[in-house]
Protein backbone atom coordinates (compact mmCIF):
# COMPACT_ATOMS: atom_id res chain seq x y z
CA UNK A 1 0.00 0.00 0.00
CA UNK A 2 0.84 3.56 -0.06
CA UNK A 3 3.37 5.21 2.30
CA UNK A 4 5.04 8.23 3.21
CA UNK A 5 8.68 8.30 4.77
CA UNK A 6 10.16 11.87 6.60
CA UNK A 7 13.02 12.12 8.93
CA UNK A 8 12.24 11.68 12.77
CA UNK A 9 12.86 14.62 14.67
CA UNK A 10 12.76 16.76 16.75
CA UNK A 11 14.42 19.02 14.33
CA UNK A 12 16.78 21.80 16.16
CA UNK A 13 17.84 24.48 14.57
CA UNK A 14 18.89 28.35 15.18
CA UNK A 15 16.79 31.45 14.01
CA UNK A 16 17.51 32.28 10.52
CA UNK A 17 18.98 28.64 9.58
CA UNK A 18 17.86 26.44 6.37
CA UNK A 19 15.73 24.08 6.73
CA UNK A 20 15.17 21.07 4.90
CA UNK A 21 12.78 17.96 6.25
CA UNK A 22 13.07 15.21 3.59
CA UNK A 23 10.01 13.04 3.03
CA UNK A 24 9.99 10.44 0.44
CA UNK A 25 6.84 8.54 -0.67
CA UNK A 26 5.61 5.30 -2.10
CA UNK A 27 2.82 4.70 -4.11
CA UNK A 28 1.16 2.95 -6.89
CA UNK A 29 -0.74 5.34 -9.04
CA UNK A 30 -0.03 9.03 -9.61
CA UNK A 31 -0.26 10.71 -5.56
CA UNK A 32 -0.89 14.40 -5.20
CA UNK A 33 1.60 15.64 -2.35
CA UNK A 34 0.80 17.72 0.53
CA UNK A 35 2.68 18.93 3.43
CA UNK A 36 0.71 19.55 6.57
CA UNK A 37 1.27 21.76 9.60
CA UNK A 38 0.36 21.78 13.46
CA UNK A 39 0.94 24.23 15.26
CA UNK A 40 0.72 23.26 19.47
CA UNK A 41 -2.59 23.29 20.73
CA UNK A 42 -3.94 23.49 16.97
CA UNK A 43 -5.39 20.97 14.00
CA UNK A 44 -3.52 20.15 11.00
CA UNK A 45 -3.35 23.12 8.29
CA UNK A 46 -2.17 22.48 4.99
CA UNK A 47 0.97 24.27 4.31
CA UNK A 48 1.18 23.55 0.53
CA UNK A 49 0.80 21.48 -1.83
CA UNK A 50 1.89 19.69 -5.59
CA UNK A 51 -0.81 17.26 -8.03
CA UNK A 52 1.89 16.47 -10.49
CA UNK A 53 5.64 15.49 -11.28
CA UNK A 54 8.10 18.81 -11.35
CA UNK A 55 5.08 21.02 -9.32
CA UNK A 56 6.37 22.81 -6.84
CA UNK A 57 4.65 23.93 -3.86
CA UNK A 58 5.51 27.36 -2.03
CA UNK A 59 3.92 28.99 0.40
CA UNK A 60 5.38 31.20 3.94
CA UNK A 61 8.40 30.93 2.78
CA UNK A 62 8.34 26.84 2.79
CA UNK A 63 8.93 25.06 -0.80
CA UNK A 64 8.45 21.37 -1.64
CA UNK A 65 9.04 20.06 -5.60
CA UNK A 66 7.08 16.91 -6.65
CA UNK A 67 10.43 14.57 -7.63
CA UNK A 68 8.63 11.76 -9.35
CA UNK A 69 11.93 10.31 -10.33
CA UNK A 70 13.03 10.03 -6.66
CA UNK A 71 9.65 9.64 -5.28
CA UNK A 72 10.64 12.83 -2.94
CA UNK A 73 8.72 16.17 -1.75
CA UNK A 74 11.37 17.45 0.78
CA UNK A 75 10.19 20.48 2.14
CA UNK A 76 12.47 23.58 2.41
CA UNK A 77 12.83 26.90 3.84
CA UNK A 78 15.61 29.78 3.14
CA UNK A 79 15.48 30.96 7.04
CA UNK A 80 13.88 30.07 9.33
CA UNK A 81 12.13 31.58 12.35
CA UNK A 82 10.76 31.02 16.04
CA UNK A 83 6.94 31.39 15.08
CA UNK A 84 7.95 28.24 12.34
CA UNK A 85 8.21 26.07 15.03
CA UNK A 86 5.92 23.11 14.66
CA UNK A 87 5.06 19.43 13.65
CA UNK A 88 5.03 18.98 9.97
CA UNK A 89 3.60 15.95 7.92
CA UNK A 90 4.16 14.76 4.91
CA UNK A 91 1.00 13.10 3.04
CA UNK A 92 -0.11 11.98 -0.20
CA UNK A 93 -3.73 11.19 -1.89
CA UNK A 94 -4.63 9.90 -4.88
CA UNK A 95 -2.01 6.96 -4.74
CA UNK A 96 -3.85 3.81 -5.21
CA UNK A 97 -7.26 3.43 -7.00
CA UNK A 98 -9.86 5.14 -4.81
CA UNK A 99 -9.65 8.11 -6.40
CA UNK A 100 -10.07 11.35 -3.82
CA UNK A 101 -11.96 9.51 -1.20
CA UNK A 102 -9.22 7.39 -0.04
CA UNK A 103 -7.89 9.24 2.13
CA UNK A 104 -4.43 10.86 2.89
CA UNK A 105 -1.56 9.05 3.64
CA UNK A 106 0.88 10.75 6.72
CA UNK A 107 4.21 10.50 7.48
CA UNK A 108 5.08 10.29 11.12
CA UNK A 109 5.37 13.78 11.36
CA UNK A 110 8.96 15.92 12.09
CA UNK A 111 9.12 18.02 15.17
CA UNK A 112 10.81 21.33 14.44
CA UNK A 113 11.93 23.39 17.04
CA UNK A 114 13.61 27.18 15.93
CA UNK A 115 15.72 28.83 19.23
CA UNK A 116 16.34 32.30 19.19
CA UNK B 1 -12.80 31.99 6.33
CA UNK B 2 -14.25 29.04 6.67
CA UNK B 3 -13.58 26.44 8.99
CA UNK B 4 -14.26 22.71 10.67
CA UNK B 5 -15.55 22.67 14.46
CA UNK B 6 -15.56 19.40 16.10
CA UNK B 7 -16.61 19.17 19.85
CA UNK B 8 -16.21 18.63 22.32
CA UNK B 9 -12.50 19.42 22.23
CA UNK B 10 -11.27 16.83 25.07
CA UNK B 11 -13.91 14.00 26.27
CA UNK B 12 -13.48 11.21 28.84
CA UNK B 13 -14.84 8.42 28.99
CA UNK B 14 -15.21 4.39 30.73
CA UNK B 15 -13.99 1.33 29.16
CA UNK B 16 -16.65 0.00 27.44
CA UNK B 17 -18.57 3.71 26.98
CA UNK B 18 -20.03 4.50 23.53
CA UNK B 19 -18.71 7.97 22.75
CA UNK B 20 -20.03 10.55 19.83
CA UNK B 21 -17.65 12.95 18.50
CA UNK B 22 -19.13 16.10 16.18
CA UNK B 23 -17.48 17.22 13.41
CA UNK B 24 -18.92 20.15 11.43
CA UNK B 25 -17.23 20.42 8.30
CA UNK B 26 -17.37 23.64 5.71
CA UNK B 27 -20.60 24.03 4.69
CA UNK B 28 -20.15 23.83 0.87
CA UNK B 29 -18.02 20.50 1.28
CA UNK B 30 -19.05 16.90 -0.11
CA UNK B 31 -16.02 14.69 1.34
CA UNK B 32 -15.81 14.31 5.04
CA UNK B 33 -12.87 12.37 7.01
CA UNK B 34 -12.14 10.90 10.09
CA UNK B 35 -9.03 10.17 11.13
CA UNK B 36 -7.25 9.70 14.37
CA UNK B 37 -3.54 10.14 15.98
CA UNK B 38 -2.54 7.94 18.74
CA UNK B 39 -0.08 10.38 21.30
CA UNK B 40 3.29 9.92 19.50
CA UNK B 41 2.51 8.80 16.37
CA UNK B 42 1.32 9.40 12.72
CA UNK B 43 -2.23 10.63 11.83
CA UNK B 44 -4.44 7.31 10.29
CA UNK B 45 -7.29 7.65 7.83
CA UNK B 46 -10.17 6.13 9.55
CA UNK B 47 -13.02 6.82 7.10
CA UNK B 48 -14.29 8.60 3.96
CA UNK B 49 -17.77 10.14 3.56
CA UNK B 50 -19.24 11.16 0.32
CA UNK B 51 -23.09 11.39 -0.86
CA UNK B 52 -24.69 10.21 2.67
CA UNK B 53 -22.39 7.07 2.46
CA UNK B 54 -18.88 5.39 3.47
CA UNK B 55 -16.71 5.89 0.61
CA UNK B 56 -13.78 4.64 1.58
CA UNK B 57 -12.35 2.86 5.00
CA UNK B 58 -9.21 1.67 6.27
CA UNK B 59 -8.47 -1.84 8.53
CA UNK B 60 -8.87 0.30 12.22
CA UNK B 61 -12.67 1.45 11.10
CA UNK B 62 -13.99 -1.99 12.12
CA UNK B 63 -17.89 -2.74 13.47
CA UNK B 64 -16.55 -0.62 16.64
CA UNK B 65 -17.18 2.41 14.53
CA UNK B 66 -20.03 4.02 12.67
CA UNK B 67 -20.29 7.39 10.96
CA UNK B 68 -23.24 9.24 10.29
CA UNK B 69 -24.55 12.90 8.71
CA UNK B 70 -27.57 12.93 11.31
CA UNK B 71 -28.75 16.66 8.98
CA UNK B 72 -26.81 18.97 6.61
CA UNK B 73 -24.16 20.51 8.72
CA UNK B 74 -23.01 17.68 11.75
CA UNK B 75 -20.69 14.33 10.30
CA UNK B 76 -20.29 12.31 13.63
CA UNK B 77 -18.01 9.46 14.34
CA UNK B 78 -19.27 7.06 17.03
CA UNK B 79 -17.11 4.73 18.81
CA UNK B 80 -19.22 1.60 20.54
CA UNK B 81 -17.61 -0.24 23.35
CA UNK B 82 -14.59 1.79 23.72
CA UNK B 83 -11.19 0.46 24.80
CA UNK B 84 -8.03 1.80 26.38
CA UNK B 85 -6.40 1.72 22.93
CA UNK B 86 -8.77 4.03 21.46
CA UNK B 87 -7.59 7.20 22.72
CA UNK B 88 -5.70 9.20 20.89
CA UNK B 89 -6.93 12.55 18.93
CA UNK B 90 -9.59 12.10 16.18
CA UNK B 91 -9.62 14.65 13.60
CA UNK B 92 -12.77 15.46 11.29
CA UNK B 93 -11.68 16.76 7.43
CA UNK B 94 -13.50 17.98 4.79
CA UNK B 95 -12.59 18.75 1.40
CA UNK B 96 -15.14 20.22 -1.63
CA UNK B 97 -14.11 17.68 -3.94
CA UNK B 98 -12.04 14.47 -3.36
CA UNK B 99 -9.25 15.43 -5.25
CA UNK B 100 -8.61 19.34 -3.50
CA UNK B 101 -7.44 19.87 -0.33
CA UNK B 102 -9.03 18.94 2.88
CA UNK B 103 -9.44 20.99 5.88
CA UNK B 104 -8.88 19.75 9.70
CA UNK B 105 -10.98 20.85 12.75
CA UNK B 106 -8.82 21.13 15.32
CA UNK B 107 -9.49 17.63 16.51
CA UNK B 108 -11.35 15.96 19.97
CA UNK B 109 -8.50 14.49 22.51
CA UNK B 110 -10.65 11.26 23.30
CA UNK B 111 -9.37 9.85 26.71
CA UNK B 112 -10.37 6.47 27.82
CA UNK B 113 -10.04 5.31 31.34
Known amino acids: GDSVTQMEGPVTLSEEAFLTINCTYTATGYPSLFWYVQYPGEGLQLLLK?????DKGSNKGFEATYRKETTSFHLEKGSVQVSDSAVYFCALSGGGSGGGADGLTFGKGTHLIIQP | EPEVTQTPSHQVTQMGQEVILRCVPISNHLYFYWYRQILGQKVEFLVS????????KSEIFDDQFSVERPDGSNFTLKIRSTKLEDSAMYFCASSGTGLTEAFFGQGTRLTVV
Open chain 2, 49 to 56: FYNNEISE
Open chain 1, 50 to 54: ATKAD
